[in-house]
């Protein structure tokens, strides 16, 4: 088995009084094979932190099993789980040097000097800290900081490291950039990454897979591109990728193919999720993902009119109303001929109907 970690019908409860019960997990169940990089992705509250501490050790569950690399761990302590964490502030110590703050774990476990010496040397290596040994954490960016807490996870040579919301410090470019530092050092070393955070692009862009929580459960997991092309349910459409949810009716019903009226409009969806069924007139909800609408020059059936207008940069983002509903559609500015619209247009628009899904009301 190239099974790493696996979490079994995990619960953990936090009761703070009798009467005030928080359910943090609720069977809870996840595997990552070696290597993996697997990312918690979920709002606030939804038990993200309580996982990767009670994987950690830091927290002993309610109920369930972890067994990291095969061995059930209920009984060992932290530091015999081979994990590091890796944590949001960073949690350097402000009156040691880089050098020191490294080499701490190493001297804990009482090492060889020229041993400390030498792996301190590797991992400032491994995170582009080299020259900047000897500075104290307050005279680094917020970024140099996170990048000496990942060398200070490195230094012990965990199997996993679990990183808690570790760039939610950090300003756009540096989130930008240390995302790409983290993925460079975890596929060159090959470690095995249990990685939280609340940002979908994050979300999209760093994992091989994606655990979408809410409420301590599992609500939908897999590879990024099926989360975002297949959502579940309307709490992941709503949760990745912002989609536009439409009132509907399902019209005529053939197999897999769905004849949905808003308004006045017809569209045929091919129906996604196998397991909801709908009978001719059921009332639903049509997900429309902002780029699955197009304002064309051409004139269509489908006219809105804009509400809003965003000038982002690379692309316009628009608030539409559309057939009785508000709708947002991304445009990007490529092209010499976007026109920028203002508020008051009419828009001809066109619908990616494979980018559609439906969901029961
Ligand atoms: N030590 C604690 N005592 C009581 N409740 C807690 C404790 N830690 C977390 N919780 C509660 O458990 C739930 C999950 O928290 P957490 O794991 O921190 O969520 P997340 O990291 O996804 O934001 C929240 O409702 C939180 O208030
Ligand atoms: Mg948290």
Do not use: W
């Not at 992705?41 to 690399?69: H, M, N, Q, V, W």
């Amino acid at each position: 088995m190239n099974e790493y970690l696996t979490l079994s019908n995990l619960t953990k409860i936090f009761n703070s009084s009798q009467q005030n019960e928080v359910v943090a997990l609720d069977q809870f169940n996840l595997t990552i094979k070696k290597g993996e990089f697997v990312t918690l992705l979920g709002p606030s509250g939804c038990g993200k932190t309580t996982a990767l501490r009670i994987i950690a050790g830091f927290e002993i569950p309610t109920s369930g099993e972890i067994y990291i690399d095969n061995q059930n761990v209920a009984n060992l302590t932290p530091d015999k789980r081979n994990t590091a964490m890796v944590f949001q502030n960073y949690a350097l110590f402000p009156h040691l040097t880089v050098y020191e703050n490294i080499a701490y774990g190493l001297k804990v476990r009482k090492k060889p000097r020229d041993v400390i010496r030498n792996d301190v040397a590797m991992a400032c290596q491994v995170v582009n800290m080299v020259g900047l040994e000897g500075r104290y954490p307050g005279e680094l960016s917020g970024g140099q900081q996170q990048r000496v807490a990942l060398a200070r996870a490195l230094v012990l040579k965990p199997k996993m490291i679990l990183f808690d919301e570790p760039l939610s410090n950090l300003d756009l470019k540096l989130r930008l950039q240390t995302r790409i530092e983290i993925k460079r050092v975890q596929q060159m070393l090959g470690i095995t990454v249990l990685y939280v955070t609340h940002d979908q692009s994050e979300a999209l862009s760093m994992s091989d897979k994606i655990i979408l929580m809410n409420h301590g459960k599992v609500v939908q997991s897999g590879v990024p591109e099926e989360i975002y092309n297949n959502p579940i349910n309307t709490f992941v459409a709503d949760f990745i990728g912002s989609a536009n949810f439409i009132s509907a009716i399902a019209d005529e019903i053939e197999g897999e193919r769905i004849t949905v009226r808003v308004g006045g409009r017809i569209f045929v969806v091919k129906q996604k999720n196998s397991e909801d069924q709908y009978e001719e007139g059921d009332e639903i909800y049509l997900s429309i993902k902002p780029e699955a609408i197009d304002i064309c020059k051409e004139p269509t059936d489908f006219i809105g009119i804009v509400e809003i207008k965003f000038f982002l940069g690379s692309y316009t983002e628009y608030k539409l109303e559309f057939e009785g509903s508000f709708i947002n559609v991304y445009q990007s500015n490529r092209g010499e001929n976007i026109k920028i619209y203002k508020p008051g247009d009419r828009v001809y628009l066109r619908f990616n109907h494979d980018l559609f899904s439906i969901y029961k009301k």
